[in-house]
């Protein structure tokens, strides 16, 4: 079967024999926080039914064990199983089953959390159970500046991360591998070099910064369509939303640029890897691979293409995901993309703005 698979994606390719590299799982809808820039703070605007229901209990709001373990069916050893999603993966109540039976299959098992309920407990069964890879939600180096964008103060997750780095050194733990996201914006963005300094000292193995994207109902509140509408589009159709457009650093190019320049100089300094998006010209087109190696599951065993488009593919409750992942829904969209790209298949991918290319150190 496998042989005949590789002939046919030979000839065909739109037709994938191996399994995704990516399987991202979002455990839950749930999160502890109403930061700035998330969508989930502005559910009850931009999705007011599924809010409601939220609200009052008749949705069930996290996946269950069975949806998990069919997506995991479809995993191979070389898939990476990315816990992550609308909500807060913590707040999943069997958050640490969901990461054992990762592991149990012998699987590559990441997390992205904001770190605020990973308790001394936890840290200790995540170095017990192998995780590869944590990623922590810091987009502010001072107290100020995070509790303004995630409404907390900062001193509990930099507790967090400094014990699981201690308990590591302790036990002589290598694993979880620790790392820090950092959305960019006009108002944190001169903080970059003081987050290298601060993740230099948490021992956290990389940094890696991510241009602010937000839909929120049919306004799309990304490069692309800021440089194409202007300002003045938001601020007339959307004046809630005014304030978290002009963060966009595409507004203040230079400054983004300057303290990415000074923040990667302080990577090399401290050692440590640093990855961030640099506006840059001339334009040259990005690409993207989700359509082809990457599978998106939520809460309630929906598949989608990617986290940001999210063309609506299948659902695990009624379908196998190989069947899915080769679907004639999936294959006409990669066709699509092959014959078309991806401005005409995904025109509000962020992946898209020509403008911008990844600077890192290492």
Request: net charge positive.
């Amino acid at each position: 079967m496998r042989i005949f698979g590789r002939i046919r994606s030979s000839l065909d390719r739109t037709y994938m024999h191996k399994c995704p590299k990516d399987v991202i799982i979002e455990p839950t809808i749930k999160c502890n926080l109403k930061c700035s820039m998330c969508m989930k703070s502005f559910e009850q605007l931009f999705a007011p039914s599924r809010y409601q229901e939220l609200k009052s209990g008749r949705i069930r709001p996290s996946m269950s064990f069975s949806i998990l373990c069919k997506a995991l069916e479809f995993c191979d050893k070389d898939s990476k199983v990315q816990f992550i999603g609308t909500g807060e993966p913590m707040m999943h109540p069997n958050i640490l089953g969901f990461i054992a039976e990762v592991k149990r299959r012998g699987l590559t098992c990441c997390m992205t959390t904001n770190g605020l309920l990973l308790t001394k407990g936890v840290s200790d069964r995540l170095i017990d159970m192998k995780m590869d890879y944590i990623t922590f939600s810091v987009d502010g180096a001072t107290d100020e500046t995070y509790k303004k964008i995630r409404g907390v103060n900062i001193k509990t997750v930099l507790d967090n991360i400094s014990y699981l780095n201690e308990a590591k050194k302790r036990r002589g733990a290598i694993l979880p591998s620790i790392s820090i996201n950092f959305v960019g914006m006009v108002s944190n963005i001169s903080e970059l070099p003081k987050m290298v300094d601060l993740g230099s000292e948490l021992g956290v193995s990389s940094i890696a910064v991510m241009h602010m994207c937000r839909d929120i109902g049919n306004i799309s509140i990304n490069m692309g369509s800021l440089e194409e509408r202007g300002i003045e589009y938001y601020k007339k159709t959307a004046d809630k939303y005014f304030d978290l457009a002009g963060e966009n650093l595409y507004f203040d190019r230079k400054k983004s640029n300057k303290y990415i320049d000074i923040a990667l100089e302080k990577a090399k300094e401290k050692d440590i890897t640093l990855f961030a998006p640099y506006f840059r010209e001339p334009e040259t087109p990005h690409d993207c691979r989700d359509l082809f190696e990457t599978l998106l599951i939520g809460y309630n065993g929906d598949i989608f293409s990617c986290c940001y488009e999210k063309f609506f593919l299948g659902n695990l409750r009624y379908k196998k995901a190989e069947n899915i992942w080769n679907s004639r829904t999936v294959r006409d969209l990669r066709k699509r993309y092959i014959k078309e790209g991806i401005a005409k298949v995904c025109p509000a991918c962020p992946k898209l703005d020509r403008n911008i290319t990844i600077k890192s150190y290492r």
